[in-house]
Structure formats: structure tokens, C-alpha cells
Nanobody, 123 residues
Framework: QVHLVESGGGLVQAGGSLRLSCAHSGRRFSTTTMGWFRQAPGKEREFVAAISWILDNTVYADSVKGRFTISRDNPKNTLYLQMNDLKVGNTTVYYC????????????????WGRGTQVAVSS
């Protein structure tokens, strides 16, 4: 399996920025897409962004479009999520994941997950 380890989370003020990283152990033959999801306490895991492994095709949730940017550096085996203009909220866990489906926007489309990194935005 592909091992995924998220990092870069923390506490930031509203309107601030964070850059999350996801180190991985290399692409499996079946992996087509890498993505980011997030989950707040008591809520369902929601899609944030996804990117194709080979091409630069991306898709974003409406809630983050224009503020977040997903990118990758394949030689460094790293996936990134640049988060700008962050909104106030309690601690949310961000997860990276891999999928065999092209630009899937649902959690069920992903087959390998990291353990997450926590992000909190204060007022």
C-alpha cells in the first residue's frame, strides 16, 4: 500500500494561510488521483480538492475554490494544499488520500488514507 503522512497543520488567525504537505511512498500502478478531504467534529468527511497524478487536472469544492490550491511534486513524493483566507472554525482534521477514479469528489472513491493533520482557525 501507499503510505501517506500529512503535516503542516496548526493554529492560524482568520484570513491567514497554511500549507499542508502529504508525504507518500510512491505511486501504485492503480493510483490515478490524489486528493484532500477534511472532517470537523461530529460531521461527515467532506471533499476539498483533487489532482490527477500525471496531468495537472484539478477539481475543488465550491467552499474552497479561489482560496485553496492543490499541487504535487512527484519527484519529491509530496502532495500539497495551499490554504489562503482561512475561515474561523474549530479544529478540523485534513486528510490526504489516493484514488483509482479520475478526480473523484467523494470519499468512497478513495482507497488509501493518511492519518490526518489538525487545522484550527481563530478569530
Amino acid at each position: 500500500q501507499v503510505h501517506l503522512v500529512e503535516s503542516g497543520g496548526g493554529l492560524v488567525q482568520a484570513g491567514g494561510s497554511l500549507r499542508l504537505s502529504c508525504a507518500h511512498s510512491g505511486r501504485r500502478f492503480s493510483t490515478t488521483t490524489m486528493g484532500w478531504f477534511r472532517q470537523a467534529p461530529g460531521k461527515e468527511r467532506e471533499f476539498v480538492a483533487a489532482i490527477s497524478w500525471i496531468l495537472d487536472n484539478t477539481v475543488y469544492a465550491d467552499s474552497v475554490k479561489g482560496r485553496f490550491t492543490i499541487s504535487r511534486d512527484n519527484p519529491k513524493n509530496t502532495l500539497y494544499l495551499q490554504m489562503n483566507d482561512l475561515k474561523v472554525g474549530n479544529t478540523t482534521v485534513y486528510y490526504c488520500a489516493t484514488s483509482r477514479v479520475a478526480l473523484s469528489i467523494v470519499a468512497a472513491g478513495y482507497d488509501n488514507w493518511g492519518r490526518g493533520t489538525q487545522v484550527a482557525v481563530s478569530s
